[in-house]
Structures are given as structure tokens and as C-alpha cells.
């Protein structure tokens, strides 16, 4: 069971590609996702924000040349608590660096849903919960 208040910003400028990462998301019961398709809509919506965001998802190659540092970016940032930054096409490796308060995880190519299930396992709390409360119980979570 997930917990679908999360709020997932992703960014990316093709459509197609957006929806495919929207759908992946869906599909593990995550609904609050704004999709933006450019760097400064990301701007924007981190600009106007009232509440953090969960997780932001986004193509390096919509980062501007001067803001090449984004992971520095989205450590400092209040409004973002975790982030999945990808490049280009698929490749499904992954390196992770987590850092305090949250997860900040770079792909070498687009996210997958084994690689987002993963992910979403160490951000959202309620699977962790579950299983603890499924466990005190003596019951399974299925």
C-alpha cells in the first residue's frame, strides 16, 4: 500500500515520455503529480510552492548549462525533499547517494518501474509501516 498524498513533480520536455513516467507512478497508487515539460515550469511551480515536494523527476537535458549543479540545488532546496534525476535513453543502472533527509538518485538513462518501485520503497513510509504493523499482527500485507 503506498501513500498516495505523496506529491511527485516530474519534469520533462516529451510528452510521451511524461506520461509513460506519470503512468509508472499510477500504477504503484501514487496520483499527486504535476508534470511540467521545462526547466523554468520547474522554477515556477518550486517558486509558488506551499508544501515540499516528495519527490522531483527530471531529464539533466532540460537543466540549463549555468545550473549544472542540481544536486546542490535540490539539497538546499526546502521545497524538495528527494529527487531522481535522469539522462537520455534507458539504460537501467543506478547510483544512489543518500544524503540526510532524503535520496537523491541519478540514472544514467529514463526511470523504469523496477528502478521506481525501488525508489519509492525508501521515500514513502507507508509500505514500511505496513509491513511493521503486518508483522506485530502476524498477519500479511497481500
Known amino acids: 500500500m503506498s501513500t498516495p498524498s505523496l506529491r511527485i513533480l516530474i519534469v520533462e520536455d516529451e510528452h510521451l515520455q511524461r506520461l509513460s513516467i506519470e503512468k509508472m507512478f ?26 515540499p515536494f516528495d519527490l522531483v523527476v527530471i531529464n539533466t537535458a532540460l537543466v540549463p548549462e549555468a545550473d549544472r549543479h542540481f544536486e546542490t540545488f535540490c539539497i538546499q532546496c526546502p521545497y524538495v525533499r528527494n529527487a531522481l534525476v535522469y539522462e537520455g535513453r534507458p539504460r537501467f543502472v543506478a547510483a544512489n547517494d543518500e544524503r540526510e533527509g532524503g535520496v537523491f538518485k541519478r540514472l544514467p ?8 518501485e525501488n525508489l519509492m520503497s525508501s521515500i514513502d513510509p507507508c509500505p514500511k509501516e505496513a509491513a511493521a504493523c503486518s508483522a506485530l499482527s502476524g498477519r500479511s500485507n497481500t
Open 26 to 51: 499510477n500504477k504503484f497508487g501514487y496520483h499527486r503529480i504535476a508534470p511540467v515539460g521545462s526547466f523554468d515550469e520547474l522554477l515556477a511551480m518550486l517558486d509558488r510552492a506551499d508544501e
Open 109 to 116: 538513462g529514463v526511470p523504469d518501474t523496477r528502478i521506481i
